[in-house]
Every structure is written in structure tokens, then in C-alpha cells.
């Protein structure tokens, strides 16, 4: 298994940045499809962005144009830059491996007001 720390969450003004980052430990995260999900109060978990162990990226649509996954295998950890940020990008925000997701790390809150 892999322990997943996602860290970089923030409170943050609508239309501001954040970078997430998750740390992920273990050998095999150089060869994991990976994915960011969040989760908003009352709501259930959704995923909003996807990398390829060869980087190729797939994201929401609600998303779409203002966040930006990446990741270097180098350094075991994935990112997510959040541009253009709305208040209803508020949620707790996990990354995760998408096919044989390990346990959930404890994700980093995000919260987007004025």
C-alpha cells in the first residue's frame, strides 16, 4: 500500500491560485494512473482531474481550463494548480490512485470566499 499527504489547501479569495500537492510513498507511484478528487460538505466525492504515468491528463468539466495536474515520478508527488478559483471549488481535496485506490489520506481543505 501507499501512504498518500496531500498538503497546500488555503483559504482563498474568488478568482485567486492554490497548488496542492500529494506525497506519495512507495516505489510504484512512477507507474500509477493518479487522479485528485474533492469533496464538499453534504456532497459526495468527486474526481476532477486524472494523470497517466506518461502524463496524459483528463479533467471535469467543472474544472476544465482553470486546474492543471502534474506530477514528477522523480520525486514521488503529483500536483494541482487551481487558477480562477470559485466558491464552488470549497471542498476537501484527496488524491488517490484510480484503479486499486489505496486508503484515503486525511486530503487538505480548500475554501474559496471573499
Known amino acids: 500500500q501507499v501512504q498518500l499527504v496531500e498538503s497546500g489547501g488555503g483559504l482563498v479569495q474568488p478568482g485567486g491560485s492554490l497548488r496542492l500537492s500529494c506525497a506519495a510513498s512507495g516505489s510504484n507511484f512512477r507507474f500509477a494512473v493518479m487522479g485528485w478528487y474533492r469533496q464538499a460538505p453534504g456532497k459526495e466525492r468527486e474526481r476532477v482531474a486524472t494523470i497517466t504515468s506518461g502524463g496524459s491528463t483528463n479533467y471535469a468539466d467543472s474544472v476544465k481550463g482553470r486546474f492543471t495536474i502534474s506530477r514528477d515520478n522523480a520525486k514521488n508527488t503529483m500536483y494541482l494548480q487551481m487558477n480562477s478559483l470559485k466558491p464552488e471549488d470549497t471542498a476537501r481535496y484527496y488524491c488517490?490512485?484510480?484503479?486499486?485506490?489505496?486508503?484515503w489520506g486525511q486530503g487538505t481543505q480548500v475554501t474559496v470566499s471573499s
Open positions: 488517490n490512485r484510480i484503479y486499486n485506490p489505496d486508503p
